[in-house]
């Protein structure tokens, strides 16, 4: 079995920063693109930034120069660090990940289970 486990969320104040992280762990032979999407309640999950394997990287235009995707492929993990929070970037922040396990035949995307960022004065 593979998991992604995020860990990072919280309440913060409108200008504040949080940094989410994201491990894939678990029968985890190799990962491809991984990346970062949210739900905020009433709306349809969206993209928020995904990270190639070698590097290569996209924004969602709400939130380019204020987010940063970074990542580390030895520990299969992902970061997202968020300066100058809006109201608007309340949401669920799901991890997602395009991940080969071990004695699999072919990759298979897999998400986390979700962490709240609520941005609120």
């Known amino acids: 079995q593979v998991q992604l486990v995020e860990s990072g969320g919280g309440l913060v104040q409108p200008g504040g920063s949080l940094r989410l992280s994201c491990v894939a762990s678990?029968?985890?032979?190799?990962?491809?693109?991984m990346g970062w999407y949210r739900q905020a309640p009433g709306k349809q999950r969206e993209l928020v930034a995904t990270?190639?394997?070698?590097?290569?990287?996209n924004y969602a235009d709400s939130v380019k120069d204020r987010f940063t995707i970074s990542r580390d492929n030895a520990k299969n993990t992902i970061f997202l660090q968020m300066d100058s929070l809006k109201p608007e970037d309340t949401a669920v922040y799901y991890c997602n990940a395009d991940v080969m396990a071990f004695g699999g035949l072919r990759y298979a995307w897999y998400w986390g289970q979700g962490t709240q960022v609520t941005v609120s004065s």
């Open positions: 990270i190639a394997n070698g590097g290569r990287i």
């Open positions: 678990g029968r985890v032979f190799q990962v491809r693109d």
